[in-house]
């Protein structure tokens, strides 16, 4: 079997395909056949460098596959069984905390760029029945973030305004999720392509941000002054003052991405007039997640994968995602 080791200080030539052989599980741990993979921004962030690894990591947060082997008192699970990861294996339940966000596949511990993989049970949940390996393999960073985002902090409701970024699997996730619920969805991007495909995913206004760097006040202008009730805001310092203006009186900043930097200014008078919160949001637990493949399989809904690479190309995979010409999620196949 064949797995991809990163070597310090990172960089997308520092990946090498090395030969290894599967561990047999010890007790509480099962033997997973990794059949797919999906790339995060985070997972970019660890083979670039700019997150620092161990020597000799194995990246990749996300993973789908088939359960092959089990360890001592696993009841859980069965030999053949399709199973998804976690990203926070130690967050079973219950809200966030400093050490239920330790032991992150890919950064903290070896991550899914390898064809198996034997790790705690506790750290995988079953598949959605309605999806395949590489669909089911975005959902575990991607999917769950925008679940958590829009359904657990903003307790997002049917007829609800919501605001998404982009078209990052975050942001498209959000999308399909809140017209899910049935909530209106307004959706910017500084391409009129990938615009017209978050129309067809169901996006009923759109903005290019190109056109209309003040979209704030466009925002305002398609909601009658009211404002959107979830902003998932994905930029950053960048696009946070524009967020604060289009959020509504009451309404919540889901705190995701910091693509455009990792500081800046806040208009914080506006954010405290509208009587507005930033919430942050790191993934989520195993208990979203397994709300969230609940949700999935009852409206059989389906990721939007861009395209798919062998594990033995994964730089050129990330490639790809550096080049920003993809739409939804990049994945690997083992």
């Given at each position: 079997m064949q797995q991809v080791k990163l070597a310090r200080p990172g960089g997308l030539d520092k990946l090498k395909v090395v030969d290894f052989e599967p561990a047999a599980p010890?007790?509480?741990?099962?033997?997973?056949?990794?059949?797919?993979?999906?790339?995060?921004?985070?997972?970019?962030?660890?083979?670039?460098?700019?997150?620092?690894?161990?020597?000799?990591?194995?990246?990749?947060?996300?993973?789908?596959?088939?359960?092959?082997?089990?360890?001592?008192?696993?009841?859980?699970?069965?030999?053949?069984?399709?199973?998804?990861?976690?990203?926070?294996?130690?967050?079973?339940?219950?809200?966030?905390?400093?050490?239920?966000?330790?032991?992150?596949?890919?950064?903290?511990?070896?991550?899914?760029?390898?064809?198996?993989?034997?790790?705690?049970?506790?750290?995988?949940?079953?598949?959605?029945?309605?999806?395949?390996?590489?669909?089911?393999?975005?959902?575990?960073?991607?999917?769950?973030?925008?679940?958590?985002?829009?359904?657990?902090?903003?307790?997002?409701?049917?007829?609800?305004?919501?605001?998404?970024?982009?078209?990052?699997?975050?942001?498209?996730?959000?999308?399909?999720?809140?017209?899910?619920?049935?909530?209106?969805?307004i959706a910017t991007s500084s391409s009129d392509k990938k615009l017209q495909k978050l129309s067809a995913l169901g996006a009923q206004h759109l903005i290019n941000y190109k056109q209309e760097p003040g979209w704030g006040d466009k925002v305002l202008q398609i909601t009658g002054g009211r404002g959107v009730d979830v902003v998932v805001e994905v930029g950053g310092p960048a696009t946070l003052p524009q967020s604060v203006r289009s959020v509504s009186f009451g309404g919540?900043?889901?705190?995701?991405?910091?693509?455009?930097?990792?500081?800046?200014?806040?208009?914080?008078?506006?954010?405290?007039?509208?009587?507005?919160?930033i919430s942050g949001i790191t993934v989520g637990s195993r208990r979203h997640q397994l709300d969230m493949i609940a949700a999935i399989e009852t409206n059989d809904l389906r990721p939007v994968i861009d395209s798919s690479y062998p594990l033995e190309k994964l730089g050129d995979a990330f490639r790809h995602q550096e080049s920003q010409r993809h739409f939804g999620k990049i994945c690997v196949e083992m």
């Open positions: 010890a007790a509480g741990e099962i033997q997973v056949s990794v059949k797919a993979s999906s790339l995060n921004f985070h997972d970019y962030a660890v083979v670039s460098g700019l997150l620092p690894v161990d020597e000799g990591r194995i990246p990749m947060s996300d993973g789908a596959g088939v359960v092959t082997a089990i360890g001592e008192g696993v009841a859980d699970f069965a030999v053949g069984d399709k199973v998804l990861s976690c990203f926070f294996p130690n967050w079973q339940d219950g809200g966030p905390a400093f050490e239920k966000l330790l032991g992150v596949p890919g950064d903290h511990v070896d991550g899914f760029a390898a064809g198996s993989v034997t790790m705690s049970a506790r750290g995988f949940t079953r598949m959605p029945a309605n999806l395949g390996y590489k669909e089911a393999a975005s959902l575990t960073c991607a999917g769950l973030t925008a679940w958590r985002a829009l359904m657990v902090e903003a307790r997002l409701k049917p007829g609800d305004w919501v605001l998404v970024q982009g078209s990052g699997g975050v942001s498209v996730f959000a999308l399909q999720f809140a017209r899910m619920l049935g909530c209106n969805v919540c900043i889901s705190m995701i991405g910091v693509l455009t930097g990792i500081a800046g200014e806040v208009p914080t008078a506006e954010l405290f007039q509208k009587n507005a919160t």
